[in-house]
């Protein structure tokens, strides 16, 4: 289950959400008691109704009878009982029936639901994408005719870039786009692992499809988006239909597809050509979203793995019984139990104070009256989703590893439910965009394009929060520093390396992505400790403890985890000829 304490503790002590909230100059104040009821609320049903659903709906998945799909037991009940909630339209333009509300809030409630059930929740959770492209690049008639279903929750939206042949190169995409008399056009062609593209929980499915007109230039500047409804606007059946479910390693409870357009009804979403610009409106919030899933089952797999380790007896301390009126003692007295639970929650905390910061730049960026704080706010944005996609989702899954770690051969078996984290959780280190492929945008597109506009902003960040922490934390105070200085260092090298061998980018990419993200969690555990530190005084006991945990696990991340820059920092200094200089044939099996 998620934590209510650390979400308040993040929002209200760490980052000051109401603050935020007023920055922004809303129509509608966003104070303290708000922010809290949204939570309670949302912890009721997702615990209520979602968490019941997790693992019966991974053992029964999704039937497919006819290009229909059916999902597991609960799921649509579930999905009424969301609606009815009015969780729909916490987001979204009021002028088409959403409530207006900051992203920030609409990233808590997606928090809490991914925690209890990613299966089911990655059914509504599309939709999020789909409703910015549509507000931002739909016409004011396509809003009407769709948005508005959307934001009531009545239809659910999806994505439709991928195809057999092409996966992550969107350019290679075939679907072909026909244009009509009536100003539609028909669309041909073939998606594959649609998440979310059949089921039946919600009356309509709007699918956002990246296809082709012809006489299209080549790559990606050819290609345009259009919006293709299951149930076309006259009440037809449209022609698009489920051909198969993938057989999936995980996340079972959720219909993930194979979509053939047979000449299907679609409406071209603003210019032709224009669509690879579009889609990076669904994509960046379907990243964020990502990066928040590897949070979301670390959390549960640390939740699971901290209260079995507290239970489960087994051999003695090392340093003499701690429990001698038990036959063992319990493993958490073990030095590596401790580092796995520690690791497990350093990157659960570190990793949702990631998410959050992002989403107040997303706000900021989004509905900031000034518009230097929203330039700024789009750059550091820029800079950090990458890092929450694809860091966070290689962190989240050493997490629920862990986890199953703790438990031994018991993590193994199907009964206590921790294996089921590792089979979810591991598609979110692909889809989105794999590692690779965001390590390439950050270190290629978000550093060395920009000149490290971000960049700059963020290490001045955190060189201001390293000063923060001289008199109260100075153990924390010099590796930030040290580190902010660093990468800005090996960037600058990069980019002089990338210039006489472009080889040299993908090399060291994936490494700069690991380096970045141990740099930027260290960042979020300083201001975590700052905010423990500073509010340490004036604590009861029990709050007292509460905030103690923070500061000595801060002081774990900054001993344990952070160095594992030093490794990443000397494989990028390594270059790529180790790599590229390799005969093709030597990485072939031997027959």
């Not at 279903?149 to 290679?172: F, I, K, N, Q, Y």
Request: charged fraction near 20%; charge should be negative; proline fraction near 3%.
């Amino acid at each position: 289950m998620a934590s209510l304490t650390d979400m308040r503790f993040l929002l209200h002590d760490v980052f000051d959400v109401s603050a935020h909230f007023a920055d922004l100059q809303l129509a509608e104040p966003i104070d303290r008691a708000f922010v809290d009821a949204v939570l309670d609320e949302a912890y009721r049903f997702t615990e209520g109704e979602l968490a019941p659903l997790n693992r019966s709906g991974d053992e029964e998945g999704c039937v497919l009878r006819d290009g229909e799909v059916t999902t597991p037991k609960g799921f649509k009940e579930a999905y009424q009982t969301y609606i009815d909630g009015g969780w729909a339209g916490l987001l979204g333009d009021p002028a088409y029936g959403g409530q207006g509300l900051p992203g920030t809030l609409g990233i808590l409630l997606e928090e809490l639901m991914a925690t209890a059930n990613m299966a089911w929740t990655m059914y509504p959770g599309l939709s999020r994408g789909c409703m910015h492209a549509l507000e931002d690049h739909g016409s004011e008639e396509q809003k009407q005719q769709f948005l508005t279903h959307l934001l009531s929750g009545r239809w659910t939206g999806t994505m439709c870039l991928t195809e057999p042949h092409a996966g992550s190169d969107v350019g290679l995409a075939r679907t072909k786009a026909e244009a009509q008399a009536d100003g539609s056009y028909r669309i041909t062609g073939t998606k594959i692992f649609i998440s979310a593209g059949e089921h039946d929980l919600s009356e309509n499915i709007v699918h956002l499809v990246l296809a082709r007109v012809p006489d299209a230039p080549s790559g990606t500047k050819g290609i345009s988006m259009f919006v293709v409804p299951k149930i076309d606007l006259d009440g037809t059946r449209n022609a698009v239909v489920c051909g198969a479910i993938e057989e999936k390693m995980g996340i079972h409870g959720n219909a993930t597809c194979v979509l053939n357009f047979d000449g299907a009804r679609g409406y071209l979403v603003g210019e032709e050509n224009q669509g690879m610009r579009y889609m990076f409106t669904m994509m960046n919030d379907a990243r964020l979203g990502v990066g928040l899933q590897g949070v979301c089952l670390a959390q549960r797999g640390f939740e699971a793995s901290s209260r079995y380790a507290q239970e489960r007896l087994q051999m003695r301390s090392l340093t003499g019984p701690k429990a001698p009126d038990q036959p063992a003692d319990p493993i958490v007295v073990h030095p590596d139990v401790r580092r796995m639970l520690l690791l497990q929650r350093a990157i659960v905390e570190g990793g949702r104070a990631l998410v959050y910061h992002a989403c107040m730049l997303a706000d900021q960026q989004r509905q900031h009256p000034d518009e230097a704080v929203r330039g700024e706010a789009g750059e550091l944005l820029d800079l950090l989703t990458p890092i929450v996609k694809g860091f966070l989702t290689e962190a989240g899954y050493e997490s629920v590893n862990a986890a199953v770690q703790v438990y031994g051969g018991h993590g193994f078996i199907r009964e206590h439910g921790v294996e089921q984290l590792v089979r979810d959780g591991r598609i979110t280190l692909i889809y989105e965009g794999t590692t690779g492929i965001q390590a390439l945008d950050l270190l290629a597109r978000k550093v060395l394009m920009t000149q490290g506009k971000g960049l700059v902003q963020l290490v001045g960040h955190m060189k201001a929060c390293a000063q923060s922490c001289e008199q109260s934390l100075p153990e924390l105070a010099a590796p930030l520093a040290n580190v902010a200085d660093e990468w800005a260092a090996l960037s600058m090298q990069l980019g002089g390396r990338a210039v006489e061998n472009a080889d040299e980018v993908g090399a060291a990419s994936v490494d700069y992505l690991f380096y970045s993200g141990y740099a930027v969690l260290a960042y979020m555990w300083a201001q975590i400790a700052l905010a423990a530190q500073q509010r340490l005084g004036a604590a009861d006991d029990s709050r007292r403890a509460y905030l103690e945990g923070k500061i000595q696990t801060a002081r774990f991340y900054f001993a344990r985890v952070l160095p594992r820059t030093l490794m990443h920092r000397q494989a990028m200094e390594a270059g790529a000829a180790c790599m590229m200089e390799v005969a093709d044939e030597a990485l072939l099996a031997a027959m």
